[in-house]
Structure formats: C-alpha cells, structure tokens
C-alpha cells in the first residue's frame, strides 16, 4: 500500500505569515497533485508536479516536488483569510487512481 | 456544463438498509471513481471504473457495489448499510490523457449517516 504523509495535521497562523506544508511517501509517484478542499464541497485541484525537482508557482503558492519524486512541499507567502481550507496531497498509480494524504487543515486568522 | 454532480446530497439511514448513489458527469470522461472521506483519514478509493461496463475494487470496497451501464453514471449501492460506512463519499472522473499527468475532477459529496 502505498502512503502520504501530510504534515502538520493542523496549522493555526496570523494573517500574513508563511507556511509550508509537508507531504512524503516512501514511494514514487509518476506526479503528485494538491488539493483545496472547502467545508461541503469536493476538493479542487491546485497543480500538478510531474518531474522531479519541479517547482510550481499560482500566485502566492509555490509547489515543489523532491527530486525522487517522493515528496512535495507547498508553501504559502503572506497568508490570507481566504487561504482558509483543508489542503489535500495525492499521488497518481498506475491505475489512475490518485493515493490521498490525510490533509492538512489551515486556518488564518484575521 | 454541469461537470460532476452527485445525488442525494444528505442521507439517513438505519442499519441494514440499503440505498444507492448516483454520480452523474457530463464531461465525456472515461474514467469514473468512487471515494469516502472519514475524519483524519483523507479519501480512499471505493471503486473505480475505466470505460463503460467495467468496474475495478479500490482500497476499501467491501460493503460496497458499482455499476456503470452508461458511460456518463457511476452508481454506488450499498446493500446492507453499516455504521461504519458512516462518511463522505465523494465522486470523481477524469479524461484519460493517454500517458499525461491525471486531473480529477470532483462532485461536492454525499453525506451519509447510518444509525
């Protein structure tokens, strides 16, 4: 079975802070994609990372994926309210079906 | 172009009941997937089909039963519901890119509660 690990689980930050959020595996993926998912609703793609080293950048997310293809990293630049959700890694088989980490849950406060 | 929507949104049932879940896409996609979510646990895979008539187990597929007769639906049946498949279920489908990285797109979810 392959598994993410998103880290933190929880992360409670001040308006315009940074962040980064963590998410590894011991396996390699063909790509690895993420995920905003708001309160009520399906979760909605972010980026997709396909090669290793990547980097990604939607505005003030910046997506990077490691060099083994393992592990990605996202990180937000001065935090804002509507950054608000739950943030969903997930890594693509062979199958093309998608392995989900456990998420990360972002709260910015005002 | 409605993308992916799911019927019901919210349901009760008590256990042992049965119902099914409709996941309708109107995108042309080949390739159809059936999630839960549970707190703390992320989405796993349900079921998962890759073409009209075809249907695969994913992760965690017992209690539950698929069917896609038409290329545009993907039902999920539960036959004998549990208190355990107390979840989110979250549909999904996607454009087979032939080799391209995968992008799914996703309904807003079926709450289901089982007493």
């Known amino acids: 079975t392959q598994l993410l690990e998103q880290s933190p689980q929880f992360l409670s930050i001040q308006e315009g802070e940074n962040l980064t959020v963590y998410c590894n595996s011991s396996s390699v993926f063909s790509s690895l994609q993420w995920y905003r998912q708001e309160p009520g609703e399906g979760p909605v793609l972010l980026v997709t990372v396909v090669t290793g080293g990547e980097v990604k950048k939607l505005k003030r997310l910046t997506f990077q994926f490691g060099d083994a293809r393992k592990d990605s990293s996202l990180h937000i630049t001065a935090a804002q309210t509507g950054d608000t959700g739950l943030y969903l890694c997930?890594?693509?088989?062979?199958?093309?079906?998608?392995?989900f980490g456990s998420g990360t849950r972002l709260q910015v406060q005002p | 172009n409605a993308g992916v929507t799911q019927t019901p949104k919210f349901r009760v049932l008590k256990t042992g009941q049965s119902m099914t879940l409709l996941c309708a896409q109107d995108?042309?996609?080949?390739?159809m997937y059936w999630y839960r979510q549970d707190p703390g646990m992320g989405l796993r895979l349900i079921h998962y089909?890759?073409?009209?008539?075809?249907?695969a187990k994913g992760e965690v597929p017992d209690g539950y039963n698929v069917s896609r007769l038409k290329k545009q639906n993907f039902l999920l049946g539960l036959e004998s519901a549990a208190p355990s498949q107390t979840s989110v279920y979250f549909c999904?489908?996607?454009?087979?890119?032939?080799?391209?990285?995968?992008?799914?797109?996703f309904g807003p979810g079926t709450r289901l509660l089982v007493l």
């Open positions: 999904a489908s996607l454009r087979d890119h032939r080799g391209g990285p995968e992008t799914q797109y």
């Open positions: 997930a890594g693509a088989t062979g199958r093309r079906a998608l392995t």
């Open positions: 089909s890759v073409g009209e008539g075809t249907t």
């Open positions: 995108m042309n996609h080949e390739y």
